[in-house]
């Protein structure tokens, strides 16, 4: 009777009794155990004070650099001045720079040479409008004007895909938009005028 009270009766299980369990492969799988005692010997990492700040060494300017930053000014004055020449032979010289070594990372290599070309591309766009004849207020897109707006729209792509700076980009993308809706491609047109606005 006192065998039977005690298996009705519940109680903690002691450390005994559950490797008993995990011996039998009827009833506890092995790997029971082995997680078991994973979590039950998994404690927290230890705390640790963090390391003190260490100030970081001041590096010295290249002074080589100041040229190439005065043609790189000196090109972005012209452009808002849209003397497209002057920025073209500007930002073509701190190209040549700064491919040479004399800029302060790649990327000012890069957004030089883009600067060079979009001034070169817009110089072609300002000879191809020169062709337009206008009759009245609005030229009627027919024959050379026609062709000459396609031109106008396929520059405005190149410009607007350049890694400009974001007010130039801007202006880029409203130029495309505004020779894509002339022509008529108002998908495109639309397209241009929401990456203006999110470049502005």
Sequence with gaps: EEEEEEEDNPRVARRDDFIETTTTTDRVDPSIDIVA?????????????????????????N?????????????????????????????KAATKLAVAGRAPSVRAAVKCRSYAVAARALRFARAV?????????????????????IEL???ARHVAALPLDARHRACACRFAAAWHFKLGAFESGSRYLAAAATAA
């Design 37 to 61: 005692r994973a979590i039950v010997d998994a404690s927290p990492p230890p705390v640790t004070s963090p390391s003190p700040l260490r100030s970081r060494p001041v590096h010295e300017v």
């Design 63 to 91: 002074r080589s650099h100041e040229e190439t930053l005065r043609w790189a000014l000196r090109g972005m004055d012209a452009l808002d001045t849209c003397d497209y020449e002057t920025c073209e032979s500007a930002f």
């Design 153 to 155: 729209a396929r520059l």
């Design 129 to 149: 409008s020169s062709t337009i004849v206008k009759e009245g207020n609005v030229p009627k897109l027919v024959g050379q004007n026609l062709a000459a707006a």
